[in-house]
């Protein structure tokens, strides 16, 4: 009889798999997690936990959304992206008013353009990416951003883009690494002590020539 030596376990970063979408039973956890990651952030201009979660799960639900999840079905992280819309702020318009009321809406909706921005046509933005602290520094976000390029490239999108703020500098770090340029930086002047940063920098990652 042969003895096999116990194999090591299997290293975490080929536990999780990205895929389009949320898994529904991950949902919830999906808003929680990007509440908690950037509440610092949106704590003022989205309000109480409870109203927060009502309006992420109207406005996340008509965006795309990429998430990671183990192979015991824990949801490790999301990302979510846009392309070119047009209509993209009346549709914010209509969730800021659903959660809050048409005055609150349009005093959140006035805040929350600091920090929003609608990618032209030929980019894709990439709006929020978030990785639960438990399975970070594992390649989780590196894939998550792997898979956005993946729909870039098939959509011929020219350019991804996204807004990083400037002390965040691990998250930066991942961007440059990946190929992300610094295109442009961004003050949210006087409004610093609502969410919780001053500077920003918009980085792009070039597709195609344009
Ligand atoms: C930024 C964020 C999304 C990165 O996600 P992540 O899953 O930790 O990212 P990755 O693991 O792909 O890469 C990050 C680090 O892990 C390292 N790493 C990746 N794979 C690795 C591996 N197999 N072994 C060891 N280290 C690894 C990378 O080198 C990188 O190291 P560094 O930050 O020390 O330079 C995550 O930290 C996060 O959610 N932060 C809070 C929210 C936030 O800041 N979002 C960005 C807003 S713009």
């Known amino acids: 009889m042969s003895h096999s030596t116990p194999r090591p376990p299997l290293s975490p970063i ?7 979408g949320v898994p529904s039973e991950n949902m919830d956890s999906a808003y929680l997690l990007f ?25 996340i639900s008509s965006r795309s959304i990429v998430s990671a999840t183990s192979r015991s079905g824990q949801l490790l992280g999301v990302a979510t992206y846009k392309g070119y819309n047009p209509n993209a702020l009346n549709e914010e318009l ?5 959660t809050y009321g048409k005055i609150g809406g349009i005093l959140r909706g006035i805040l929350l353009s600091q920090l929003d921005h609608q990618p032209k046509a030929g980019q894709m933005m990439v709006e929020s990416i978030c990785v639960d602290e438990s399975a970070r520094s594992q390649g989780v976000g590196r894939s998550l951003l792997g898979y956005i390029k993946e729909q ?34 961004h003050s949210v002047g006087i409004l610093a002590p609502i969410f919780g940063f001053k500077d920003s920098i918009r980085m792009g990652l070039r597709l195609q020539p344009q």
């Open 14 to 20: 080929k536990d999780f798999k990205i895929q389009d």
């Open 35 to 59: 509440w908690k990651t950037f509440a610092r952030k949106l704590k003022i201009p989205l309000g109480s936990q409870e109203k927060a979660m009502d309006f992420l799960r109207r406005s």
């Open 94 to 98: 209509k969730h800021l008013f659903a």
């Open 152 to 185: 870039a490239l098939r959509q011929g999108v020219e350019m991804v883009i996204l807004d990083v703020i400037k002390k965040n500098e691990r998250a930066h770090r991942l961007y440059a690494r990946l190929g992300y340029r610094d295109l442009k930086r």
